[in-house]
């Protein structure tokens, strides 16, 4: 199964610097199709739970207090790069506006509540690396997406397999249709036989050929004896019935 990197906070792990979470119900959705790795930059770079509160500041990271940070926050981004390129994840799902963590926006620095552009160091090392990296808005959108591939795909591989088993079944009724059609060929032509008997006989393939006579020769159709009929067959020249003499 496929892993994606997710802030360890959007899983409900307490590693924000309030000692809080921000999870995020869908990941457990998500985990049915993903192994997801839990990954806090900030607590793995060495800073504690709870903090101080840090902000980008140009180049560098500090706190409320105004302590540089930096270090801790760069040794996070890397430990999160070693983890991807172990695992081979080339997905990450981390939290927006975090100086570590940033997608698309981060506070301006100032801890007044104002958000501008920009990503975290961690963002910002892992797309440098090829590594996708979405927020957890996103990352919601994405679950969606996925749902609905594998609800396709599902579909599209129980249509192949129906029709397998529909072109099986026809296979194998072929020969009993064939051998049904045969059996009534051969009820047909004995039949046939039964009725009119063997047509070899008959030297052609009809029961019924040209009627003859008993010599035979065709028969030629004649006139009937009486008026204006044919005269009677004779033999050697002789009329074949003697007149009587009229007495």
Not at 46 to 56: D, E, H, Q
Not at 193 to 205: A, Q, T, V
């Amino acid at each position: 199964m496929d892993k994606i990197l997710v802030s360890a906070c959007l899983i409900g792990q307490k590693t924000r610097y309030d000692g809080g979470d921000c999870e995020k119900p869908y990941l457990k959705d998500l985990n049915r199709f993903y192994d997801l790795v839990p990954f806090c930059p900030e607590v793995e770079g060495g800073l504690s739970t709870p903090r101080s509160p840090a902000m980008i500041r140009g180049q560098s990271v500090k706190n409320e207090e105004g302590v540089d940070v930096t270090s801790q926050y760069n040794e996070g981004a890397w430990k999160a790069l070693s983890i991807c390129e172990l695992l081979g994840i080339r997905l990450a799902i981390l939290k927006e506006r975090s100086p570590s963590c940033g997608v698309h926006q981060i506070h301006d620095g100032t801890h007044e509540g104002k958000i501008i552009e920009g990503e975290g160091f961690t963002t910002r090392l892992l797309r440098l690396h090829g590594i996708e990296v979405m927020n957890e808005e996103e990352g919601e959108k994405f679950l969606q997406r996925e749902v609905e591939r594998r609800r396709i795909k599902a579909e599209r591989k129980a249509n192949i397999q129906k029709a397998k088993e529909e072109a099986k079944q026809e296979t194998e009724e072929k020969p009993r249709k064939k051998a049904f059609d045969s059996k009534k060929e051969g009820e047909k032509k004995g039949f046939d036989k039964k009725r009119f008997g063997d047509n070899k006989k008959f030297g052609d393939k009809k029961p019924y050929g040209e009627k003859k006579s008993f010599w035979g020769k065709k028969f030629e159709s004649k006139k009937p004896y009486g008026k204006g009929g044919d005269k009677p067959r004779s033999y050697g020249g002789k009329p074949r019935f003697k007149k009587k003499d009229n007495q």
